[in-house]
């Protein structure tokens, strides 16, 4: 039985373009590049929900092909230049927006038709558009896929960071869609669970809307209010006690986060090693002592 044909034809059923696209896919020499090249075995693939024959995504895979020493850069997307490969064949190619996977697939990250890095929180934003209901974000979510939701007039509910919790919610909430700011995203429609593929493709369908309008990605993002993000700050304890900066009270749990008006900052201990992650969110670009 060829699984791989069975998996891409259950994911052609979630295409619904409005419009062609054109998309280039870096697999990072992980497990995607198998689906993919199944998903679009021609070049031009036909959007079966499209009444319409020009509605297609002309794809272009790169590092497709599965290689554990991953000769093209590293497995995890979201390291510094990992995105720069992708980011070059998305000018040359004048693709409307690149996709880039790591390596076992269960999360995705996104560049604009500039080559330009989109926020998780814009992502969750725009595919959340595809789903009824409340959204389940993780607590490190920062304030744009906020404000952007709630403008849909959606409720957002907070999960505690980590699969577990966020799938627990979800099927207990019967929530359609959760989203991490790591690049991972759940749906009810994907057995409660995550899928860079299933991902990508509710994100396609979004982007098409905006070609449809004729919008480019690189312009509606270009639109957003601006926040600053510190990045992932790593910080070595001896214990698993949280110490708050706002009363000083010390608190033993898992996530904690503290809002300061215009200022954002959660603290999560991990479970596998002494250390605290923290970062900050700003609408006005700070310096390190501001998120100290």
């Known amino acids: 039985m060829d699984y791989s044909k069975i998996y891409s034809d259950f994911l052609k059923k979630k295409l619904n373009l409005k419009k062609s696209l054109r998309v280039v896919f870096d697999c990072s020499n992980g497990t995607t590049g198998i689906i993919l090249k199944e998903l679009f075995r021609k070049s031009k693939f036909q959007n079966p929900k499209s009444k319409k024959t020009h509605q297609s995504i002309n794809s272009k ?29 998305v000018l040359k190619e004048k693709a409307d927006l690149g996709v880039i996977f790591d390596a076992d697939g269960d999360r995705v990250f996104f560049v604009d038709d500039e080559g330009r890095p989109v ?56 929530i ?33 809307v905006m070609r449809n309008k004729n919008l480019k990605l690189s312009e509606w993002v270009s639109e957003l209010p601006k926040y600053y993000r510190s990045g992932e700050l790593n910080f070595e304890i001896s214990n698993k006690t949280v110490q708050t900066t706002n009363d000083n009270t010390t608190l033993r749990l898992k996530n904690v986060n503290t809002d300061y008006s215009t200022t954002f900052k959660d603290a999560i201990v991990t479970n596998s090693k002494p250390v605290v ?16």
Not at 277 to 292: C, K, P, Q, V, Y
């Open 61 to 89: 895979l790169i590092n497709w092909r599965p290689d554990g020493r991953f000769p093209a850069h590293g497995p995890d997307p979201w390291k510094k230049r990992a995105m720069d490969q992708l980011s070059r064949a």
């Open 119 to 174: 926020s998780p929180d814009i992502i969750a934003a725009l595919i959340s558009k595809n789903f009824p209901g409340s959204v389940i974000l993780d607590l490190r979510s920062g304030y744009l896929a906020r404000e952007l939701i709630s403008a849909d007039r959606k409720k957002i509910i907070d999960s505690r960071v980590g699969h577990y919790f966020i799938k627990q919610t979800m099927r207990k909430k019967k």
């Open 176 to 208: 359609s869609f959760g989203a991490e700011s790591s690049g991972h995203y759940y749906f009810k429609d994907f057995y409660y669970c995550d899928s860079g593929i299933f991902a990508a493709i509710q994100f396609i369908n979004q982007v098409s």
């Open 277 to 292: 992650l923290s970062r900050g969110i700003h609408s006005n670009l700070l310096t390190w002592e501001d998120f100290a």
